[in-house]
């Protein structure tokens, strides 16, 4: 039902519009009737009033000063203008102030009820649109309980949204009843719906513009509303500003006032933002960590130095409270060490990432900061447990498994690629399980494996050309077996030769 508003002086002509309004068959009720433009305003500015029928000429303020004033109260309502032939100048001036229709007094049934019905039409496409629009914001099962009766997009022309701030008291009472019901009360008589978005703990607030009366800027009442919030237990970072009559900036709104609070979030206290306000908007740089320090972290869980790595843990953690972090730097930090973990047991053919994700974001449900920290060392020290005893398992059940596989192979050129590909594990893990296990890195080992084929050989073939070892161990050439040959012992092929016959004559 939309709420209906005539502004007349006459009683008689008010009283006969009114009349015929009541006997159409349209969604449509007199909430409403003022007899000059003024009175009419107030009305406007405290109430849901969906379509405007006003006079031109009267007193105290005249049909085209209410229009002007009344569009910015309210960006959606539907304007139609009663006026006579000798008004026909007002009324083309009128028509610059988006006004829908105007009607000719004496107003007829017939033409009110075809200038209504159009009306009511643009009203439903309007609802249906914006209804749309929340869908891609609002959490499913809430979506799920909006009905296309409800009106409300067509007095929300303020955009609130509220998010629970991080590590605060208070979580069995986010709910969209309790909110409902505070913010009832902050708003007194203003309309406004508040809704569960499908961001956690995330609400968007639509409200009456009407609510900025009490208040000399949209910032002074986020900041009354964020304090009236925290004094029922409620502490939150809001963010919001005004929106025009485009209802298809919604979701574009929504996103951009979303962005600007993960921007600005901190760990301690709530704060306001009026995102529609330069001025309000000026804000420090986000401070982030540096370069240079997460790579410390990463290398110290690389290296499985897990005493290290708590201790510079707890550290960053006291920073981040003395410093009142931004809460992206926190996020991030989990996420690059979740990234780093994962990484790791992937190497080693186990598919943890999932899990880990899950269990890094248990760290963020906690009641306080403090229970976060504990939470945040006990999970990083499980992994590490879980990373040396899967490592020292698989590590040495991998190495055997890839020197048997070199020394069936060792006639091959074999690359640490090649054995990558055969085990599954990526080329850094190899080297690392290699070089844990024999202190040498993969060329290292490989070239000693063949060199000791190299001695075998020639001891046990004497008659062998050194053409032929070389070919038969995959060498690109003689010379360089010779060289890498004698690198290794110490002494050329020729001479190792020679040694051996001398030591073993027929």
Known sequence: MYNVMIVEDSKPILRNIRTHLDTLNLPLQVTATATNGEEALAII?????HLLLTDIRMPKMDGLSLIEQAKLANPYLKVVLISGYSDFEYTRKALNLQVFDYLLKPVEREALEEVMGRIVEQLDRLISRSLQELQEIVDPECYAELTFGEEFPLYSHMVIILRKQPFSLG????????????????FRAQPCRVLLTQTSN?????????????????HECLESLRRHLYEEGLDGIIGGQLMSADVDQLPELYYRITSILTTQQRLKHGLVLDTGNPVSMARSETS???????????????????????????ELMNRWAEENAHWTEIERFVALVV??????????????????????????????????GRALLEWTAQCFDMLHSQGRKSGELLFEQIDEYVKTNRY?????????????????????????????????????????????????????????????LSFSDQHYFSK?????????????KERLLSTNPE
């Open 339 to 372: 990234d780093t973990f994962a990484h790791l047991y992937e190497e080693r053919g186990s598919g943890m990432r999932l899990a880990l994700e899950l269990r890094a974001k248990q760290c963020f449900e906690v009641r306080t900061y403090e229970d976060f």
């Open 45 to 49: 500015r405290q109430e849901p009033i």
């Open 288 to 314: 982030c960590m540096d370069s240079l320090l997460e790579s410390t972290f990463v290398h110290m869980i690389q290296a499985c130095r897990k005493e290290a790595f708590a201790l510079k843990l707890s």
């Open 171 to 186: 979580m069995d009472r986010w709910t969209s009843e309790t909110l409902e019901r505070s913010l009832a009360e902050f």
């Open 484 to 496: 890498v040959f004698k690198e290794y012992t110490g002494v050329s092929p020729t001479e190792y």
């Open 412 to 472: 091959a050129s074999l690359s640490i690629s090649d054995i990558s590909m055969k085990f599954h594990v990526s080329p850094s893990y190899i080297s690392r399980v290699i070089k844990q296990v024999t202190q040498r890195t993969f060329v290292q080992y490989y070239t000693e494996l063949r060199m000791k084929e190299a001695c075998r050989l020639m001891a046990s073939q004497p008659d062998m050309k050194f053409k032929e070892l070389s070919e038969l």
């Open 202 to 218: 995330q609400y968007i607030i639509l409200a009456n513009r009407g609510a900025l009366d009490w208040y000399s800027s949209m």
